[in-house]
């Protein structure tokens, strides 16, 4: 994986781009979160996706093991603040997938915030 494109569609390598925020590494934007995010369904990282939820709104488990669904396609539409001074923002998203033999399209815009220590977490999305 890490000698390829990264799944989240920044057109970078996965080694330089989700890779290090998979690993470990904070994310310096709320958008960058979301790419990291993305690709952690792609790859089934539910440890990742729970550590990167706000503990207000984290479920206890998503299952995804048993999950189905091929994610297709990630389209970042805007982003709204969520930079590196900032303490929340949000990211409009399409994400495309199959499920079973349909495609579908989840378009988002998620809500982000920086919590005390600096770190950011999803928090919700409508």
């Known amino acids: 994986m890490s000698a390829g494109?990264?799944?989240c569609g920044s057109g970078k390598?996965?080694?330089?781009?989700?890779?290090p925020l998979h690993a470990g590494r904070n994310a310096r934007t709320c958008e960058q979160l979301m790419r990291s995010r993305y690709s952690a369904y792609v790859?089934?990282?539910e440890a990742y996706l729970l550590h990167t939820w706000h503990p207000a709104t984290r479920p206890a488990r998503l299952n995804l093991e048993n999950d189905q669904t091929r994610w297709l396609g990630l389209k970042i539409h805007s982003r709204e603040d969520g930079g590196p001074g900032d303490g929340v923002g949000w990211v409009s998203f399409s994400a495309s997938y199959r499920s079973g033999q349909d495609?579908?399209?989840?378009t988002e815009r998620s809500e982000f915030?920086?919590?005390?220590e600096g770190r950011w977490v999803y928090v919700d999305g409508e």
């Open 5 to 7: 494109l990264c799944m």
């Open 13 to 19: 390598k996965y080694a330089v781009c989700c890779g």
């Open 43 to 45: 790859l089934r990282l």
């Open 103 to 106: 495609t579908h399209t989840l």
């Open 113 to 116: 915030v920086r919590l005390p």
